[in-house]
């Protein structure tokens, strides 16, 4: 089963608007921790957010804010005020505290959402 | 601040041909990932490392191998190439018992095989 489900393979937005990806996550370990990542054109990995599951608040980085709806298993981004510097693919990922016992904390992946921003 | 370095950035292989991507960290992290990217898709985890000697595979291992022996370097081997392998290999560090945004990955590596 998928651990992270992200359904928009693809948004819209335009300049200035917010827009918000969804991700839903499948998890039956009560600690875990939910990021989101963005992958411009040139494929590095830059982090944006972090949410873990005993925290209270939801978490904000910025213009970032992860919308964090843990009974309904969803950790969707939200991104305020879009500039064209936004677009490029933006993943979910969920990583599990415990694993077979050990704390290994490898990432599970969604498949991504590939974010434009027009003028 | 090196952080995850991988090389090469990018490398065209001929089917059968083998190689090492080659993955080193100077934060002294005991956990050590290599995931692949295929187009469109998001990241799978190929091996990883909770420290030197100790490897264990991820979710998509066939087709490669990987050794520890030592905390910074973690290379990932190809034996025999398939045009299956052609990806973006990531390799990535973290802290033991580590939580919060402790991952760091390297810049990616291109690979195509042909």
């Known amino acids: 089963a998928q651990k992270i489900t992200q359904t928009q393979p693809g948004m819209f937005v335009q300049e200035k608007e917010a827009v918000t990806l969804d991700c839903t996550y499948d998890t039956s370990d009560p600690s875990y921790g939910l990021f989101w990542y963005k992958q411009p054109s040139s494929g590095e990995m830059i982090f944006l957010i972090y949410?873990?599951?005993?925290?209270?608040q939801n978490a904000t980085e910025g213009r970032y804010s992860l919308n964090f709806q843990k009974a309904r298993k969803s950790a969707n981004l939200v991104i305020s005020a879009s500039q064209l510097g936004d677009s490029a693919m933006y993943f979910c990922?969920?990583?599990?505290?415990?694993?077979?016992?050990?704390?290994?904390?490898?990432?599970?992946f969604g498949r991504g959402t590939q974010l434009t921003v027009w003028p | 601040n090196a952080g995850v370095t991988q090389t090469p950035k990018f490398r065209i292989l001929k089917i059968g041909q083998s190689m090492t991507l080659q993955c080193t960290q100077d934060m002294n992290h005991n956990y050590m990932y290599w995931y692949r990217q295929d187009p469109g898709m998001g990241l799978k985890l190929i091996y990883y490392s909770v420290g030197a000697g100790i490897t264990d595979k991820g979710e998509v291992p066939n087709g490669y191998n990987v050794s520890r022996s030592t905390t910074e370097d973690f290379p990932l081997r190809l034996e025999l190439a398939a045009p299956s392998q052609t990806s973006v290999y990531f390799c990535?560090?973290?802290?033991?018992?580590?939580?919060?945004?402790?991952?760091?990955f390297g810049e990616g590596s291109w690979l195509t095989v042909v």
């Open positions: 949410q873990g599951s005993y925290d209270q």
């Open positions: 990922a969920m990583r599990e505290t415990n694993d077979r016992g050990s704390t290994l904390g490898r990432l599970y």
């Open positions: 990535a560090s973290s802290p033991r018992g580590s939580s919060g945004n402790t991952i760091y």
